[in-house]
Protein backbone atom coordinates (compact mmCIF):
# COMPACT_ATOMS: atom_id res chain seq x y z
CA UNK A 1 0.00 0.00 0.00
CA UNK A 2 2.47 2.37 0.70
CA UNK A 3 4.60 1.57 -2.59
CA UNK A 4 1.32 2.07 -4.39
CA UNK A 5 1.21 5.61 -2.67
CA UNK A 6 4.55 6.52 -3.45
CA UNK A 7 4.35 5.44 -7.03
CA UNK A 8 1.16 7.93 -7.68
CA UNK A 9 2.47 11.01 -5.89
CA UNK A 10 5.87 10.19 -8.11
CA UNK A 11 3.84 10.07 -10.95
CA UNK A 12 1.72 13.09 -10.38
CA UNK A 13 4.34 15.24 -9.01
CA UNK A 14 5.50 16.26 -12.84
CA UNK A 15 2.21 17.15 -13.78
CA UNK A 16 1.36 19.17 -11.23
CA UNK A 17 5.24 21.09 -11.75
CA UNK A 18 4.23 20.99 -15.39
CA UNK A 19 0.91 22.29 -15.11
CA UNK A 20 2.05 25.89 -13.43
CA UNK A 21 4.91 27.06 -16.02
CA UNK A 22 7.98 29.02 -14.07
CA UNK A 23 8.82 32.28 -14.25
CA UNK A 24 12.19 31.46 -15.36
CA UNK A 25 11.91 28.94 -17.74
CA UNK A 26 8.58 29.49 -19.52
CA UNK A 27 9.14 26.64 -21.70
CA UNK A 28 8.51 26.24 -25.63
CA UNK A 29 4.42 25.41 -25.35
CA UNK A 30 3.93 27.91 -23.22
CA UNK A 31 5.92 30.88 -25.26
CA UNK A 32 3.94 29.06 -28.08
CA UNK A 33 0.09 29.82 -26.73
CA UNK A 34 1.42 33.07 -25.87
CA UNK A 35 2.51 33.66 -29.59
CA UNK A 36 -0.56 32.60 -30.55
CA UNK A 37 -3.14 34.53 -28.71
CA UNK A 38 -1.77 37.56 -29.78
CA UNK A 39 -2.26 36.44 -33.78
CA UNK A 40 -5.30 37.05 -35.38
CA UNK A 41 -6.42 34.33 -38.07
CA UNK A 42 -8.50 36.68 -40.30
CA UNK A 43 -7.55 37.53 -43.25
CA UNK A 44 -5.62 40.72 -43.38
CA UNK A 45 -7.49 43.10 -45.68
CA UNK A 46 -5.53 46.41 -43.98
CA UNK A 47 -7.74 47.10 -41.17
CA UNK A 48 -6.28 46.41 -37.73
CA UNK A 49 -8.19 43.73 -36.16
CA UNK A 50 -10.22 44.60 -32.70
CA UNK A 51 -9.04 41.47 -30.52
CA UNK A 52 -5.28 42.57 -31.65
CA UNK A 53 -4.56 46.68 -31.35
CA UNK A 54 -1.24 46.23 -31.34
CA UNK A 55 -1.31 44.87 -34.94
CA UNK A 56 -0.57 47.61 -37.80
CA UNK A 57 -2.34 48.51 -41.15
CA UNK A 58 -0.50 48.33 -43.92
CA UNK A 59 -2.97 48.60 -47.05
CA UNK A 60 -2.02 46.77 -50.15
CA UNK A 61 0.27 48.36 -52.37
CA UNK A 62 -1.15 50.20 -55.18
CA UNK A 63 0.16 49.93 -58.54
CA UNK A 64 2.35 53.02 -59.59
CA UNK A 65 3.04 54.90 -62.68
CA UNK A 66 1.47 53.90 -65.81
CA UNK A 67 0.10 50.46 -66.24
CA UNK A 68 -2.69 48.15 -68.43
CA UNK A 69 -6.23 50.01 -68.81
CA UNK A 70 -4.30 53.33 -67.99
CA UNK A 71 -5.73 56.66 -69.98
CA UNK A 72 -3.14 59.15 -71.08
CA UNK A 73 -3.19 62.03 -72.81
CA UNK A 74 -1.62 62.42 -76.57
CA UNK A 75 0.33 65.80 -76.45
CA UNK A 76 1.71 65.74 -80.31
CA UNK A 77 -0.47 67.17 -83.61
CA UNK A 78 -0.61 63.37 -84.87
CA UNK A 79 -4.29 63.60 -84.49
CA UNK A 80 -4.88 61.52 -81.23
CA UNK A 81 -6.43 63.26 -78.01
CA UNK A 82 -6.62 60.43 -75.64
CA UNK A 83 -5.14 56.85 -75.87
CA UNK A 84 -5.42 53.66 -73.49
CA UNK A 85 -2.50 51.60 -72.70
CA UNK A 86 -2.90 47.79 -73.40
CA UNK A 87 0.95 46.93 -72.74
CA UNK A 88 4.21 48.08 -71.56
CA UNK A 89 7.42 47.03 -73.61
CA UNK A 90 10.65 45.42 -72.29
CA UNK A 91 8.99 43.11 -69.66
CA UNK A 92 8.12 45.62 -67.45
CA UNK A 93 5.40 46.06 -65.19
CA UNK A 94 4.62 49.68 -65.21
CA UNK A 95 6.00 52.54 -67.20
CA UNK A 96 7.62 55.09 -66.22
CA UNK A 97 8.86 58.44 -68.07
CA UNK A 98 10.39 57.85 -70.90
CA UNK A 99 9.57 54.00 -71.17
CA UNK A 100 7.78 52.54 -74.50
CA UNK A 101 4.43 51.75 -74.10
CA UNK A 102 1.68 50.36 -76.64
CA UNK A 103 -1.52 52.15 -76.51
CA UNK A 104 -4.84 52.58 -78.60
CA UNK A 105 -6.59 55.67 -79.92
CA UNK A 106 -9.38 56.17 -78.25
CA UNK A 107 -10.41 59.51 -78.67
CA UNK A 108 -9.23 61.52 -81.70
CA UNK A 109 -8.38 64.94 -82.09
CA UNK A 110 -11.41 66.98 -83.56
CA UNK A 111 -10.42 69.60 -86.07
CA UNK A 112 -13.87 70.87 -86.73
CA UNK A 113 -16.68 70.15 -89.13
CA UNK A 114 -15.01 72.28 -92.33
CA UNK A 115 -11.67 71.52 -91.37
CA UNK A 116 -11.19 67.85 -92.40
CA UNK A 117 -10.27 68.63 -95.82
CA UNK A 118 -6.57 69.22 -97.67
CA UNK A 119 -4.01 69.72 -95.58
CA UNK A 120 -5.92 69.17 -92.12
CA UNK A 121 -6.90 65.53 -93.19
CA UNK A 122 -3.55 64.30 -94.36
CA UNK A 123 -2.21 66.00 -90.90
CA UNK A 124 -4.47 63.26 -89.19
CA UNK A 125 -2.11 60.34 -89.13
CA UNK A 126 -4.16 58.06 -86.70
CA UNK A 127 -7.76 57.44 -86.43
CA UNK A 128 -9.70 55.95 -83.60
CA UNK A 129 -8.95 52.13 -82.83
CA UNK A 130 -5.28 52.57 -84.27
CA UNK A 131 -2.98 50.79 -82.53
CA UNK A 132 0.37 52.33 -81.64
CA UNK A 133 3.32 52.90 -79.95
CA UNK A 134 3.97 55.51 -77.61
CA UNK A 135 6.56 57.20 -75.04
CA UNK A 136 5.83 58.33 -71.67
CA UNK A 137 6.38 62.07 -71.02
CA UNK A 138 4.80 62.63 -67.63
CA UNK A 139 3.22 60.76 -64.74
CA UNK A 140 0.48 61.71 -62.40
CA UNK A 141 2.05 59.40 -60.12
CA UNK A 142 4.86 61.42 -57.76
CA UNK A 143 8.19 59.93 -57.62
CA UNK A 144 11.19 61.28 -56.19
CA UNK A 145 14.47 62.10 -58.09
CA UNK A 146 18.57 61.29 -57.42
CA UNK A 147 18.63 65.07 -56.18
CA UNK A 148 15.73 64.45 -53.37
CA UNK A 149 13.36 66.76 -55.27
CA UNK A 150 9.88 65.03 -55.92
CA UNK A 151 8.17 65.70 -58.94
CA UNK A 152 4.64 65.35 -59.81
CA UNK A 153 2.81 66.26 -62.67
CA UNK A 154 -1.08 66.98 -63.21
CA UNK A 155 -1.94 64.25 -66.32
CA UNK A 156 -0.33 61.18 -67.53
CA UNK A 157 0.73 61.94 -70.98
CA UNK A 158 2.59 60.30 -73.54
CA UNK A 159 3.99 61.12 -77.45
CA UNK A 160 2.80 58.93 -80.41
CA UNK A 161 5.87 56.70 -82.21
CA UNK A 162 6.58 54.23 -84.93
CA UNK A 163 7.89 51.27 -84.67
CA UNK A 164 11.43 53.08 -85.18
CA UNK A 165 11.19 55.28 -82.69
CA UNK A 166 10.13 58.20 -84.74
CA UNK A 167 7.83 60.78 -83.77
CA UNK A 168 4.38 60.81 -85.08
CA UNK A 169 3.80 64.32 -84.66
CA UNK A 170 6.27 67.63 -85.59
CA UNK A 171 4.83 69.85 -82.38
CA UNK A 172 4.22 69.45 -79.25
CA UNK A 173 2.30 70.83 -75.95
CA UNK A 174 2.73 70.99 -72.43
CA UNK A 175 5.86 70.16 -70.49
CA UNK A 176 7.85 66.78 -70.28
CA UNK A 177 10.35 65.23 -67.67
CA UNK A 178 13.70 65.53 -67.88
CA UNK A 179 14.10 61.86 -67.55
CA UNK A 180 13.87 61.69 -71.28
CA UNK A 181 17.39 62.81 -71.76
CA UNK A 182 18.69 60.03 -69.52
CA UNK A 183 16.21 57.42 -72.36
CA UNK A 184 18.05 59.31 -75.38
CA UNK A 185 14.58 61.04 -76.15
CA UNK A 186 16.10 63.97 -77.53
CA UNK A 187 13.83 64.57 -80.48
CA UNK A 188 11.12 65.13 -77.67
CA UNK A 189 13.17 67.41 -75.62
CA UNK A 190 13.92 69.52 -78.95
CA UNK A 191 10.19 69.79 -80.01
CA UNK A 192 8.64 70.27 -76.17
CA UNK A 193 7.81 73.81 -75.31
CA UNK A 194 9.45 73.28 -71.58
CA UNK A 195 11.10 70.29 -69.61
CA UNK A 196 11.02 70.07 -65.89
Not at 33 to 60: D, K, M, Q, V, W
Not at 71 to 92: F, H, P, T, W, Y
Not at 149 to 173: P, Y
Amino acid sequence: MTKFFDRATHQQAPASRGSEPSAFDPGPTTALARTLRGTSTRPFSGIPHPSNPCHEAYPPTSATMIQLKTMLNCIDNSGAAIVECVQVLRMKRHAKIGDKIVVVVQKQRSLGTGELTGAAAASQKVRRGDIRHAVVVRTKKKYQRPDGSVVRFDDNACVLINKSGELLGTRLTGVVGSELRKMQWSKILSLAPAVV
